[in-house]
């Protein structure tokens, strides 16, 4: 094989390596577009690993500009953006501490679950059927998550829509699957005197 023929297939794979990486890019920003900054999402998290589901909870995310509400099981969070309550109904326990701003974990900060900045993931489209699409996103850098699997759909209006967020902590999985509700709803806002019998822990 010629050094011609080869360089021009080296061109053709980075050509299609560098088209994937867009249009992994091109999802992501309508993505954000499409969801703007309040809605409402419901929320199956799974908790396992590749061999099998070892827990599965019931939730719903609130966002609303920074400040978010979650509720999950017998836990609910509430965020104004700088701190976050995390609130334990079975131990009736609140522990407050600073929203950590860096995390793209839904669980952790729904606000910047779907940031995928290029200078942060290195992102692909792994599969592709129609309207849906699943990107995979892995860090340029060590956070914690190996890697991150967006399931994403485009909807008969043109909006893009998140179908589930799959986090691989170095094998332990984390699944959620998402379905979105009415943006109407106003964000539920941490209310002191609604837990003043709860112990408190804080972290500021």
């Given at each position: ?47 396992g690993s ?20 979650l509720s ?82 485009r909807d ?49």
């Open positions: 094989m010629s050094n011609k023929i080869i360089l021009t297939f080296v061109g053709l794979v980075l050509s299609v390596a560098t088209l994937s990486a867009q249009s992994a890019d091109v999802w992501i920003e309508a993505l954000n577009k499409s969801l703007g900054t309040r809605y409402t999402m419901g929320a199956v998290v799974e908790v590749d061999e099998g589901i070892a827990e599965e909870l019931n939730g719903i995310f609130m966002v609303d500009g920074d400040g978010y509400y999950l099981g017998l836990m609910e969070v509430y965020s104004d953006g700088k701190l976050r309550y995390e609130v334990n109904n079975e131990r009736k326990e609140v522990t407050i501490d600073r929203v950590d701003l860096t995390s793209h974990d839904i669980l952790t900060n729904p606000t910047n679950a779907f940031s995928f900045a290029t200078e942060e993931f290195h992102s692909d489209i792994v599969a592709e059927n129609g309207g849906e699409v699943v990107i995979s996103l892995v860090p340029r850098e060590d956070i914690g998550i190996t890697d991150i699997e967006l399931t994403l759909r008969a209006t043109g909006a893009v829509r998140p179908l589930a967020v799959r986090y691989n902590y170095d094998g332990d999985i984390v699944r959620v699957l998402l379905s979105m509700k009415s943006a109407d709803a106003e964000l539920r806002r941490w209310d002191k005197s609604a837990y003043r019998a709860y112990d408190v822990v804080s972290f500021l």
